[in-house]
């Protein structure tokens, strides 16, 4: 059974920092590309970031790039999203999700990232 566990989220103040992580289970991880994705209160799903399976490749959306470095460890089949810089506009739910075939197959429960003073 494929399974996606997002942790790390939290409530932190403007300007502060978060490593949210994804540990992956029940299929080959260093073979899948992956992505952030995230949803704000009230709103519609917005893509955040992709690495691709060996890690290479990465890719940020506009909203993040700068302040957000996607990363995985293979190994230990865990994907990574560091945030820094943190925005109240930031304020989401984030999801890992694997990505097959040009679509998104399997997301994780998502985890709570509130940036607040």
């Known amino acids: 059974e494929v399974q996606l566990v997002e942790s790390g989220g939290g409530l932190v103040q403007p300007g502060g920092s978060l490593r949210l992580s994804c540990a992956a289970s029940?299929?080959?991880?260093?073979?899948?590309?992956m992505s952030w994705v995230r949803q704000a209160p009230g709103k519609g799903l917005e893509w955040v970031s992709y690495?691709?399976?060996?890690?290479?490749?990465?890719v940020y959306a506009d909203s993040v790039k700068g302040r957000s470095t996607i990363s995985r460890d293979n190994a230990k089949n865990t994907v990574f999203l560091q945030m820094n810089s943190l925005k109240p506009e930031d304020t989401a739910v984030y999801y890992c999700?694997?990505?097959?075939?040009?679509?998104?197959?399997?997301w994780g429960q998502g985890t709570q990232v509130t940036v607040s003073s």
């Open positions: 029940g299929f080959t991880f260093s073979s899948y590309d």
């Open positions: 690495i691709n399976r060996g890690g290479g490749s990465t």
């Open positions: 999700v694997r990505y097959n075939h040009y679509r998104y197959d399997y």
